[in-house]
């Protein structure tokens, strides 16, 4: 077998056990990945920079490893790509802006560091919403990444990790690094079908990222399979220097991964909760149901302590004063380059006093408190990851967050999320599930996940139009 006998679309774990037999090497496996970013990016505009160097002596040495027998685990050879958000040593970080004071890193971030610990390889940086404050995935500076899943209409790949779910879903690469401060993790894995791992915030450090609101943002993988998404987890989880918030977290265990959802209670909220979803998308959200009950999950209906516009509200005003604080300098200034969306965004911010944003940070609690009772006896609950499915580019009214209203509430709780593709319409867009846990069980969401895509033999589905080289 040689790497053309391998798909396209393989996993991460896929991969690994390609290499680990023998079937290929991951020189091929990376400069394949190389062409076909050379041969499909041109239409996507998914990546910043490819860094084929790099990631060709990385290669080299993984399968030199490989003969060795000193392989560094399943993930050992496969390629990955990391949001333009995230230093890496001798390459600039735009963060999608042209406002940065623009140079080389002369450090690389924990997060690409450890994936690289891991065997995997680097083979570039991937677009993002500036400053990472957009969940539509546009971004009229730097060019928005467009779905691969509509080839005829340029539709919104959901922000602001646009150009790592853009690069995972159409075959690019089998993984990518994002990150999620209300919802830029799920938002693009939705909108693009694939898996995506919103982490509880001290679960993976954030050193060497550019940050947007220091108490929101996370770090969190794409990939194309729950299993791929909880080795990834697995390798980027642990004490970061750089990150205070990771001192003294409990170590990762995903001994739990296979064990089904047999009397696994699931909560899910009220109809009115949900008003705003689209009948296509509920639809595919309650088949989702339908089987995790068939594994013998109970589904609980409960409404929410309050409603998903009311956390989006507060969620939005915290954010705003944060962001102001970290990225105020840009856009309080006469002419200034950020994109007037994401300028009016962090000026938000700037009328958010001490007392406010106090105030705020009691209701935060005070919402958090609720929501742990309302989980209280229940493993998850379950939403659908966006209430729409992506809307050409040209119809999307940036005033507007329909793609924050199941999104934004997790990092207001400092919960953790995982978001899966449940089905694609007739016309091929995805719609997906959004399975959301307390703080620091994440273990829970994927071993949802991975029942879910085990009754159904799979949850990504590859675009059409993506098969070749």
């Not at 929101?216 to 205070?244: H, I, K, M, N, T």
């Amino acid at each position: 077998m040689s790497t053309d006998d391998i798909s396209a679309f393989a996993t991460a774990a896929e991969l690994g056990r390609a290499l680990a037999s023998g079937a290929t090497t991951a020189e091929a496996v990376t400069r394949r990945a190389l062409d076909r970013i050379a041969a499909h990016d041109g239409a996507l505009h998914s990546f910043v920079v490819t860094l084929p160097e790099a990631a060709i002596e990385a290669a080299k040495e993984s399968d030199e490893r490989r003969r060795q027998g000193k392989a560094k685990g399943p993930l050992d050879g496969a390629p990955f790509a990391a949001k333009d958000l995230f230093h890496v040593a001798g390459q600039p970080t735009c963060a999608g802006s042209l406002a940065l004071d623009v140079k080389a890193q002369t450090a690389t971030a924990n997060a690409v560091t450890r994936l690289a610990d891991a065997g995997m390889v680097l083979v570039g940086k991937v677009h993002t919403v500036e400053f990472a404050f957009g969940s539509w995935g546009t971004n009229p500076v730097a060019g928005t990444p467009l779905n691969p899943r509509d080839p005829a209409v340029p539709r919104a790949p959901g922000g602001s990790s646009s150009g790592s779910g853009v690069a995972v879903a159409a075959g690019l690469v089998p993984a990518a690094l994002g990150t999620d401060t209300g919802g830029s993790v799920r938002n693009p894995a939705g909108m693009c079908g694939v898996v995506g791992l919103k982490t509880t915030v001290g679960r993976v450090g954030r050193g060497g990222l550019l940050a947007l609101a220091t108490s929101f943002d996370s770090v969190g993988p794409l990939a194309r399979s729950v299993e791929d998404a909880a080795l990834l987890f697995e390798a980027l989880s642990g004490r970061d220097p750089d990150d205070p918030a990771t001192y003294g977290v409990p170590p990762v265990r995903l001994d739990t991964l296979e064990q089904g959802v047999a009397g696994l209670r699931l909560r899910v909220p009220a109809a009115s909760n949900l008003a705003s979803v689209q009948p296509a998308v509920m639809e595919r959200f309650r088949a989702a149901l339908a089987d995790l009950e068939a594994l013998g999950a109970v589904i609980e209906e409960r409404p929410m302590p309050q409603a998903p516009e009311a956390y989006m509200a507060l969620t939005g005003d915290l954010m705003a004063a944060e962001a102001w604080h970290n990225l105020g300098r840009y856009v309080d200034v006469e002419n200034s380059v950020v994109d007037p969306a994401i300028r009016a965004r962090v000026l938000k911010g700037r009328a958010i006093d001490a007392a406010r944003y106090q105030q705020l940070l009691e209701d935060r609690r005070a919402a958090q408190v609720a929501f742990a009772h309302y989980l209280d006896g229940a493993g998850a609950m379950l939403t659908p990851t966006s209430p729409i499915l992506p809307p050409p580019v040209a119809e999307i009214d940036e005033a507007t967050t329909p793609l924050g209203t199941f999104t934004r509430f997790v990092n207001l709780m400092d919960a953790a999320a995982l978001s899966v593709p449940v089905g694609l319409m007739g016309d091929g867009l995805p719609t997906a599930l959004q399975i959301v846990v307390p703080r620091f069980e994440e273990a829970t969401a994927l071993r949802i996940g991975r029942a879910l895509e085990r009754k159904r033999g799979g949850l990504f589905q590859p675009p059409s139009g993506y098969d070749a080289p």
